[in-house]
């Protein structure tokens, strides 16, 4: 079972940064597709971000490209999600997921393919 933690949230202004850590413990953590996704207050969590086992395969919502940036350090057993100009329509609670069965090439949007989550932090951004 991979445990995960998430930090780095906070009140940031509109146009600022923030940088979100995710750390994994348990069982092998660079094996597994990793994600960042969002819910804000009355709404469905939705997809940001999520990365191939190597880091080097990623995917982003139409939303985030070009603002957001995930990465993974194996090494540490750390995700992360570099997010930039920062908008009031970003704050949500942010969880890191993980997906946990072999990499077959294909990294995942759906919250339902995700087997394991963090507890979340929040970011708000002000305007």
């Known amino acids: 079972q991979v445990q995960l933690v998430e930090s780095g949230g906070g009140l940031v202004q509109t146009g600022g940064s923030l940088k979100l850590s995710c750390a994994a413990s348990?069982?092998?953590?660079?094996?597994?597709?990793m994600g960042w996704f969002r819910q804000a207050p009355g709404k469905e969590r939705e997809f940001v971000a999520a990365?191939?086992?190597?880091?080097?395969?990623?995917r982003y919502a139409d939303s985030m490209k070009g603002r957001f940036t995930i990465s993974r350090d194996n090494a540490k057993n750390t995700v992360y999600l570099q997010m930039n100009s920062l908008k009031p329509e970003d704050t949500a609670v942010y969880y890191c997921?993980?997906?946990?069965?072999?990499?077959?090439?294909?990294?995942?949007?759906?919250?339902?393919?995700?087997?394991?989550w963090g507890q979340g932090t929040q970011v708000t951004v002000s305007s």
């Open positions: 997921a993980a997906v946990m069965k072999t990499y077959a090439g294909r990294i995942y949007s759906q919250t339902s393919e995700y087997d394991t």
């Open positions: 348990g069982r092998t953590f660079s094996a597994y597709v």
């Open positions: 990365l191939s086992p190597s880091g080097r395969a990623t």
